[in-house]
T-cell receptor
Framework: SQKIEQNSEALNIQEGKTATLTCNYT??????LQWYRQDPGRGPVFLLL?????KEKRKERLKVTFDTTLKQSLFHITASQPADSATYLC????????????FGAGTRLFVKA | DADVTQTPRNRITKTGKRIMLECSQT?????MYWYRQDPGLGLQLIYY???????NKGEISDGYSVSRQAQAKFSLSLESAIPNQTALYFC???????????FGPGTRLTVT
């Protein structure tokens, strides 16, 4: 079955630096890869979606890359701010059984002022 | 107003009790989902529904049941709650396969 691996250790960075989070997956390549932000006790909030035929997608300070050869996505937050502190979830969707999405456990990011 | 609402937000119940969690969405989507989240684990899919007449089991459906009362409403029931069902429960909806999912605020359920 498909597995998603995200670093379970928290990432601590200094304000203003670029945060880079990793999402690795096994088995099949997804048609879509998504990134969500989740604050403690709250529901995930969608950030970016990248398709299997895309290499990179940007939105303001966010950038996502997708390497189907390495089976990996990188999520970058440039000029990070303390308000970016949250857990970031990677999610994959493939057209089997109606296109269900599966989620990784997420990586916790702490941005220090 | 929020796109996806869940009630109750918090619930403490005893082992063996039946409990229902309710979800409503105003996105006009056909597809709805129930997930469970435990600390350190990803979102685990309990049940999903791609339209009012379509209900499917997810990866951890044992001990749970659902009802799709209308396009906008999807309820999750625990027929006889047990302590290891203590978790955070999320309802979500999306417009088509692979598209962004909209999540509710979650229900924190504690079974004693």
């Amino acid at each position: 079955s498909q597995k998603i691996e995200q670093n379970s250790e928290a990432l601590n960075i200094q304000e203003g630096k670029t945060a880079t989070l990793t999402c690795n997956y096994t088995n099949y390549s997804p048609a879509y890869l998504q990134w969500y932000r989740q604050d403690p006790g709250r529901g995930p909030v969608f950030l970016l979606l990248i398709r299997e035929n895309e290499k990179e997608k940007r939105k303001e300070r966010l950038k996502v890359t997708f390497d189907t050869t390495l089976k990996q996505s990188l999520f970058h937050i440039t000029a990070s701010q303390p308000a970016d502190s949250a857990t970031y979830l990677c999610a994959l969707a493939r057209n089997t059984g109606g296109f269900k999405t599966i989620f990784g456990a997420g990586t916790r990011l702490f941005v220090k002022a | 107003d929020a796109d996806v609402t869940q009630t109750p937000r918090n619930r403490i119940t005893k082992t063996g009790k039946r409990i229902m969690l309710e979800c409503s969405q105003t996105k006009g989507h056909d597809r709805m989902y129930w997930y469970r989240q435990d600390p350190g684990l990803g979102l685990q899919l309990i049940y999903y529904s791609f339209d009012v007449k379509d209900i499917n089991k997810g990866e951890i459906s044992d001990g749970y049941s659902v009802s799709r009362q209308a396009q906008a409403k999807f309820s999750l029931s625990l027929e006889s709650a047990i302590p290891n069902q203590t978790a955070l429960y999320f309802c979500a909806t999306d417009g088509f396969g692979g598209s962004e999912q909209y999540f509710g605020p979650g229900t924190r359920l504690t079974v004693t």
